[in-house]
């Protein structure tokens, strides 16, 4: 590998909380020469903890477009938006530049498959599954899907009781093998984070963290990027905004500054 | 039908200039009892004069969720998100409350489809193509769509030498015709109006203006709520932020304050 | 709006029983400017009091198309095929002229769409399913569609004891919603009338009555035909059959005589 | 095989000019146990010499069920309706009794793709792609299907100038294989007959003649009929409509006459 | 019918103990005039009784091929890949000559949508269900599948306890028809046979035996390509290796060695 | 990363001519800590040059099979399955206990999507076409394919005359650019080799080797299942034969001997 990759783990949210855990999820998992920055959005966007509507994610949008130009600006060599809903992918790797962006559902279905024919998704809330659905769908992977299953959780209680947490998840995955011939598992949310490991070893199925999956796949991105060039296509669909319009029309003028950013080398 | 009407046409830009023109089209074809207020986003966002790209789309998404809650609040009947991408329109229908939500694509394809099998869409640019696609696949409309055909301009070009336009999309239109056997024609831009009639004079197919489209279409909406208490579904994936939540995250607080109105009665 | 529209309701079965009842529901939900003839196609075919079997459909099929001519000749702007399975739609429009055809079933779901992402149909018998199916995959709702319940009535036993029919209407409707994640509810047959507005208001998601649906959405279409010129295209698939030949073959040579017909002003 | 196979070639247009030929063709072809009755649906419903339209198609659909109905009253093991739209085989199928009922178009892709895994189908107008799109896909052969290719002559024009024909045919065939990679042939109209052998011989594919097709897999499904039980189901889609309201509404009461009938032993 | 067809029933495992009992049951079911040879792999690929893992199938596609080649030199007419997963039925195809290739799921399917619209297919284990679907779905007929029931048994305990075995087929059958809405039934294991007639006869709904629709489906394409020419295509994806490649490669030096063979006349 | 990962690219056919090449590149593009043996099947099944059909395919199926298993039981980390068809690919993935399996083709589809919205392949024959697609739809990436452009050359002749080969892969993928809209290009077979880069680079968008693709898909497929225990899944289809079985049926007593082994460290 020619050089130390530089990767954003960006919470779209304006809330910095789990910040340090997931800094510490990449300190344990990141491969050395890695450089990774966890941040999130800052409080420009109100206080919200989730990203569980529509309307939360659209009201983030703005910001994260900004904040995408930034890291691109920076010289960041992949980007992982982390909220399950990949929210905006499409959007942020048009303005991305040469920086690949990458979300944990796209990133965990990419591995779910090379393990497995049929997946499960384990999500919060019945309110969640349309979404998600349709942008799996766009993906492609629509006919692979073998359910979705909801524990009725919002993503704020995920982290409050763990056991209870813990024995909902296991039971909601168990049910999707069982019930819808799923093969493997997805947990669909960044904040189910820390149960993985232990549903895997109880179900004898692959059970995918997306945090971790999105940090890999960045990762992996990156390298690709560096050592064959392999970076965002810039035609068709994929071209960005004219610099001259760009500048007429006075966007990306202000820095975009990020919440408080934990370096994790 | 009982009473006015009310319906906003949202340009979602923050650029006005056309804003007039608009308003005469809507005062020559709206229906009597129809009060229509015709704005933009103001300049809030930069001074983009078109959404071509998915960056730009992305940049106004916050403040389109905004002035959709702001326009349900101000007893809108129904709103028109006045661009041909849609844009956001499932993340505007979440937060409408009882406002109804259209835009220019969705309510275009509904009327050629009552007319034809098939339908193509004069777009400016290859580029938005991808988008679109996606969008009409969603809907349900792909297997219905014979072909999109490019005039290669941008947006702003549309109405600078009205002749040059005038010839071009008839020229893509017709080849839409004899080469992908479209049936009918949709125009995929808000800003190819003024066009329609003679295009769809000579070609002798139906050819629909998308603004026009929108405003009908939206104006029937806004009758059947009032009429028939069909107003937007709060259940699943249409279930908006909770109350509670959205005063916690202090969203929505200070009053949204769209650009210049031209109010049409 | 520049003139009276003319709409004829046509009920495609040999039997008037219900013709009074349609035509005081159209008396109250119609423009005031449009004017209704509800009619059905007198007993030429039998008095099938239903078209539950493809069998009834075929065997009305002829009167229909002689229908649906006698009518785009009599001048009307719209005809409604006053059946959920809209059968011979695309049939009738061939031969329509410059009228324009709609029918219940692509009318309700079209509203449904507007003010939810998923809807349930709700059938008589489960017999009507695969039709139906095919037919909403046709028109590209299929991933729309969250189920059909089926009350495991025949279309004659709807109006025959309100109170029973009220409350298996509101079962699979309430089962619908809670099971398959129905967001709307579209009642599918057109003698599932009088029943919409009470499971509206008691599941509080909308519920959308076929008739009226079809009534508004023909209406919409006659303004929009007037108004905009956009009639049916005859291109391609649209395209009719050539006078010369329906000369030579001597089709429509005597005039079609509707059953009793109901002039709603 | 038991018996005699008794099968019905019924063109569904009341026109009997080709009768004479197909019986030909069919004597020529069939099994020896096997009689075929070959006929038209008599002058009932105009001089149509080709049902291109859909109106016309609609216009012989209630005959075309009675014509069903009696057949199978009549102990026909299979009907063949003799149109590549493959009119009304749903529906007639619906009221066959245990008569099992074929269409030359989805008898002729059965075959071809037995030797092949794409197949173009030629066709006289443009006008027909959509409908017969439509129904291959319903049929589930979309994904192998090649292409349409028109040689713009309508139906009664095939059997005018042999040499003509013959030439248009092979030039779209040919294309359709060179062009689209077909890798087999279906002639789209039963009135294509008598080239597919030459068509065949010279393009080195498959060339798959509608009517051949469709009396061979008439004559498949009337021994397995007989030998193995395999008759039609009754059940949900196929469920037929009562007894009891075929009588009370008076349905087939007067026993269907046919055209002239010629009995090919 | 021009000569005797001659017809390879083959079992592509290592494995002849069932081959009398299918060349009884040919015996009983072909046309006089066919010559059926039964036989399976011999022993080369170990002892194999049933290919319920893709791995099994994978060991003997080799020979499979191999045989294919042989039996295509040896005249036949058609050759039956005698397992319900059609192993390799296209890879066959290709190498096949002018020999056609069948199997007995896509066989069974064509049955069974002649006499409905919607099948389902009674298997042994649900491991076999997604290899089956995707084969399904590859050939068209996804949205026709009502469902597969699995009765979990292995392939070997079919015909071990003949009372077990046709009580589980007909649970599940039944259930099938019942909660699937399946209106015809497809046993999916050649070695479920002995059972179609009773369900049959219990269910009311075509039940399909593969093997027996094989055989007659093999008969009916051995007989079009000898009196119509309608042989394999060797166009494009049907395109065999070329001889000089071949022998280039010295494949298929070593004629291939049949297991006991059980001529059938 | 925890230990060196052990990786197998395997060329699925008996001709080893490449090996050193393959091992060449792979020794440049390797992590350190990875070790890699390149092999191929041994002459055991002919000395085939090309997989180009798929007669070829299944000859080398029984091989490739017990290739795996010997793989899998040598304690590779991950297997590379040499060939763009990506044949057999989910028939080894059963068999392969905890290694995983990958292959050129669904790795290069990742890694260009992740970099665009729609790909073209450049492959050598039209023949190859149709498995390509039918695999490309199977793992769900149907919508996202521009186009296959073939340069009409042989697998064997890519690597004669580079100047003409380089000329022709760059105008076909060109061509996809302008002609098919491809935003970026994958070269569909492994012995296009060597080309990439100035593709790549005179093009302007990703063009993806599937060599180095597969390398680096399978050394982080392999890295995930060390460090998260995300090991293929053994449940429903992916269930392996039982060991009682593959004892009873005298699989796999042999071990498998590869061909020449090049180890690269």
């Not at 919060?124 to 979705?148: N, R």
Request: aromatic letters at 10%; hydrophobic letters at 40%; proline letters at 3%.
């Amino acid at each position: 590998m020619k050089d130390t990759l530089k990767i954003m783990y960006l919470s779209p949210i304006g809330f910095s909380a789990y910040d340090t855990i997931f800094a510490e999820m990449i300190k344990e998992n990141k491969f050395s020469n890695t450089e990774v920055h966890v941040t999130s959005m800052s409080s420009r966007v109100g206080l919200m903890d989730n990203l569980e509507y529509r309307t939360y994610n659209a009201l983030i949008a703005t910001e994260l477009i900004k904040a995408t130009r930034q890291a691109s600006k920076e010289g960041f060599d992949a980007l992982i938006i982390g909220c399950f809903y990949d929210p905006f992918l499409l959007d942020a790797r048009e303005i991305s530049g040469d920086m690949v962006v990458v979300g944990p559902s796209h990133s965990s279905i990419e591995i779910a498959l090379k393990l497995s024919n049929k997946f499960s998704v384990i999500i919060g809330q019945t309110k969640w599954e349309h979404e998600m659905h349709s942008t799996i769908k766009e993906y492609g992977y629509g006919e692979h899907l073998a359910s979705f299953r909801s524990v009725e959780m919002n993503v704020c209680e995920f982290q409050k009781d763990h056991d209870i947490t813990a024995s909902k998840l296991f039971k909601a995955a168990e049910m999707a093998v069982k019930e819808d011939h799923a093969e493997s598992i997805i947990l669909g949310c960044t904040l189910e984070f820390g149960f993985y490991e232990k549903i895997q070893e109880k179900l004898q199925v692959p059970v995918i963290d997306p945090s971790l999956a999105s940090l890999k796949q960045a990762e992996q991105a990156a390298y690709l990027k560096r050592n064959f060039g392999w970076k965002p296509s810039r035609k068709w669909s994929c071209e960005a905004p004219p610099c001259a319009d760009i500048e007429q029309f006075g966007l990306f003028k202000e820095e975009f500054v990020f919440g408080n950013r934990i370096i994790v080398k």
